[in-house]
């Protein structure tokens, strides 16, 4: 995914989505107006594997508040009150993976996928 010169690109040949998500704290979540549903998808597997997700507002409308909301703040400044503060950093982590481990069953989660790849696609 991304430019293959860039640092945050990555092979998904030889890293698999779930080890990418791994390896990184906080996923920033772009407007479906730049990446379309795969900012949807994205952004819920990165909290999936207990990520901090940054999003924009038509992106953090469908997760339930676990996404900050990109509010015109520069990004370095919300990633900074979150590292400030571990406990909610650990809350923000938690919440995101439990919510996602127990509220999207097999069948919730490809209904509420296609939902969101719905909203997506009506911002296009």
């Known amino acids: 995914y991304g430019d293959a010169s860039s640092p945050l690109s990555f092979d998904s040949a030889s ?9 990184i704290d906080v996923f920033i979540a772009p407007s479906s107006h730049l990446w379309g549903a795969i900012a949807v998808r994205s952004a ?22 676990l996404a900050v909301v990109m509010d015109g703040r520069p990004l370095a400044t919300i ?9 909610q950093l650990l809350a923000r982590k938690t ?7 127990t509220r999207t069953s097999a069948s919730e989660y490809a ?6 790849m719905k909203a997506s696609l009506t911002h296009a």
């Open 15 to 23: 890293v698999s989505e779930n080890e990418f998500f791994d390896q």
């Open 44 to 65: 819920l597997v990165a909290l999936s594997r207990g990520c901090i997700v940054i999003a924009a507002p038509d992106i953090a409308a469908h997760l339930n508040d």
């Open 79 to 87: 990633v900074k009150e979150l590292t400030d503060n571990p406990a």
């Open 95 to 101: 919440a995101g993976r439990e919510w996602c481990a």
């Open 111 to 116: 209904a509420a996928v296609s939902d969101l």
